[in-house]
């Protein structure tokens, strides 16, 4: 769990700045000041008008959610070493493809549960004019003005994405792990580059949800009514693919990519070398 913790807080904090351009760029209808043509665009746009520590906004959510008050990591890889175990996923030097699926889908589950309240917190703090300045100052607001069910009305929606997102990149990842390093021991090439490959394969192909959930989270700063009451997936898709065409679904693909790609070979690299240390530690004491 402790592994899990530090990789959380490592994968966010290096690829945060990444993050927020992604939900700047899928906000329906924004501001006119949060118009970007592209990620060069809106890198220089929000340093010269927002100055550069705007980039990290709300990061102290994801830090929080990672790996403090609430280790949604901790939780992920603590279920997905369980899962695997008792699925037979470490017997072996076979592809485990199932198992590997299985126990992602699982610990997504477990982990956003307890991570859907920070994700809510985050993209209101990242979004362009937010009067938030604090974690605490954006959540009490949410909480009196939407009640608490804004924390998560975006969940059934961030399953449906994450957890094929997860099945796809821990499957994936398995899989080249075991391709990059058959003998199956601590090697950080291997850990860095199968983390980045699956993940932003699976990134790809979960845009479309993505851009489904990041207008569940943010609903509540739209002036338009009924983006401010969908209230599900099938709602909030109707409402994109009316303003935008199925082009729509895939706003901020590439910084999602961009974001994902180094955030899973971070956390995958510093999940396995704490782990490996960790298990030293224990072996040698």
């Known amino acids: 769990m402790l592994a899990g913790a530090f990789a959380g807080i490592a994968e966010h904090t290096v690829m945060y700045p990444v ?16 118009i970007y043509s592209g ?12 100055g550069f520590r705007s980039l990290w906004r709300g ?35 076979n592809h485990h493809p199932f198992a590997a699926a299985t126990s992602g889908a699982c610990a997504t589950i477990a982990s956003d549960a307890v991570m859907n309240p920070f994700d809510v917190i985050k993209q209101r703090m990242q979004m362009h004019g937010s009067v938030h300045r604090t974690i605490s100052q954006c959540a ?14 975006s969940y059934p929606t961030t ?10 990149h821990i499957s994936a990842y398995e899989s080249i792990k075991k391709i990059m390093n058959p003998a199956g021991g ?16 699976a990134a790809g192909l979960t845009t479309p949800l993505d851009v489904i959930k990041t207008l569940l989270q943010t609903r509540g700063t739209s002036r338009e009514a009924n983006i401010r009451s969908a209230k599900g997936l099938i709602v909030a898709g109707s409402i994109i693919k009316q303003k935008y065409g199925y082009r729509g679904f895939f706003r901020g693909l590439r910084p999602r990519i961009i974001t994902t790609m180094p955030s899973t070979a971070v956390c995958w690299s510093s999940y396995e070398m704490a782990k490996a240390w960790f298990t030293h530690y224990v072996d040698d004491s």
């Open 19 to 34: 993050d927020l351009l992604k939900t700047r760029m899928q906000v329906i209808n924004p501001s006119p000041g949060a």
């Open 39 to 50: 990620l060069t665009n809106a890198v220089t746009t929000i340093t010269r008008i927002e």
């Open 59 to 93: 990061v102290g959510s994801v830090i929080v959610g990672a790996g403090a008050t609430g280790p949604a990591h901790a939780l992920y890889f603590a279920t997905y070493e369980a899962v695997k175990q008792a699925m037979g996923g470490n017997e072996g030097k």
């Open 140 to 153: 009490r607001q949410v909480y009196r003005s939407e009640g608490l069910q804004a924390f998560y009305v």
């Open 159 to 168: 399953l449906c994405m994450t957890v094929p997102f997860t099945a796809i």
């Open 186 to 201: 601590y090697d950080p090439l291997t850990h860095c580059v199968a983390g980045a490959l699956g993940g932003g394969f």
